[in-house]
Each structure stands twice: as C-alpha cells, then as structure tokens.
C-alpha cells in the first residue's frame, strides 16, 4: 500500500510540473490577459479547488487536511462570487465555469486514491493550483484592463498566497 501511496504522489507531481513549470514566471513578466480570459480562468481554478477538496473530505482522516479542504470550499465560493460580481461590473458575462485540461487530469488522479494516498496527492496538487492561481491573480491586479476585476485580484491574491504558506507547512 505505501508503493501505492508512493506512486500516487509521483504522478501527480508529474502531471502537475508542466502547469508548475509555467507559473513559476513572475507575475510582472505576465502578459495581460483579457476580462473574460481571466474570468475564466479564475473560475476554472476555484471550480478546481472545491472539487478536489470535496474529493479529499471523503476519505481524509487527518484533521489537518479536512480543515484545509472546507476552509478552500468557503474561501473558493466566496472568490468565485467575487469575480462575478466584478466581471458584471466590467460589463463580462462570466461563463459557466470548466475545469482545464491540467486539473480534470488531476481531480481524476484524485479518484483513484484513497486514504493516505489522496491526502498526499491533494497536498500536492493544491500546492500547484495554488502557485498557478496566485500567478494569475498578481498577474491580472498589476496587467489587467478592467477596474473592477483587477480590485478583485488584488483582493485574492493575498488569500491564495496565505493558502500557498499554509500549505507549505502541512
């Protein structure tokens, strides 16, 4: 079973280094990315955040782990509802919300697991949505073209990098 665990982790770190390899770029070097682009994007990372932690609230036993997980499903509903209300403002319509090629991978990942295994693969995991969400959040708050969305990176940004530290410690 610790082979299981073991290669669970291994994979997803392999999946996910391609997306960490392309966020590690600073946000000041980020190109701007239009409303809607970033919208999207945002979604799709929150959408992300609150599948993999309903995932993980099935089967984790470790405290430390299920706090995190329902702390990302309040903290992500609420970024959500956020950028909507911001992408109205700026005249965007948000589209519904879809997982990206990367992280449907990676909540299928989370599927196969169980127990230890899926907490360690969702640890993992969120430390590389979370390096790729704050890159987009700094990214659109210093590049972004529309007010009322760059206010509300602005307003994330903090959020998703003390999640980033939170889960460094775990």
Same mark, same amino acid.
């Given at each position: 079973?610790? &082979? ?15 997306? $960490? ?5 600073? %946000?000041? $070097?980020?190109?701007?990315?239009? %409303? ?32 995190? &997980? ?23 319509? #948000? #589209? %519904? #919300? $879809?997982? !990206? %090629? ?6 299928? !990942? ?24 704050? &890159? ?6 210093? =590049? ?9 990176? =602005?307003?994330?940004? #903090? ?5 980033? !530290? $939170?889960?460094?410690?775990?």
């Amino acid at each position: 079973m610790k &082979a299981l665990s073991s290669f669970a982790v291994a994979a997803t770190v392999l999946i996910a280094s391609p997306v $960490m390899a392309q966020t590690m770029a600073s %946000p000041a $070097m980020a190109q701007a990315v239009a %409303p809607r682009d970033y919208v999207a994007k945002a979604g799709a990372s929150d959408l992300y955040e609150r599948t993999s932690s309903k995932l993980v609230l099935e089967t984790t036993r470790d405290a430390k782990v299920r706090q995190f &997980a329902q702390m990302m499903i309040k903290d992500h509903t609420k970024s959500t509802n956020d950028v909507k209300t911001a992408a109205k403002q700026s005249s965007v319509t #948000p #589209p %519904p #919300p $879809m997982l !990206e %090629p990367d992280q449907s991978q990676m909540v299928a !990942e989370l599927r196969k697991t169980r127990g230890v295994a899926r907490d360690q693969a969702y640890i993992a995991q969120q430390k590389v949505a979370h390096q790729k969400a704050l &890159a987009l959040h700094q990214g659109y708050a210093q =590049a972004g073209t529309a007010a009322p969305l760059k206010a509300v990176a =602005a307003q994330t940004a #903090p959020v998703v990098q003390h999640h980033l !530290e $939170m889960l460094n410690g775990m």
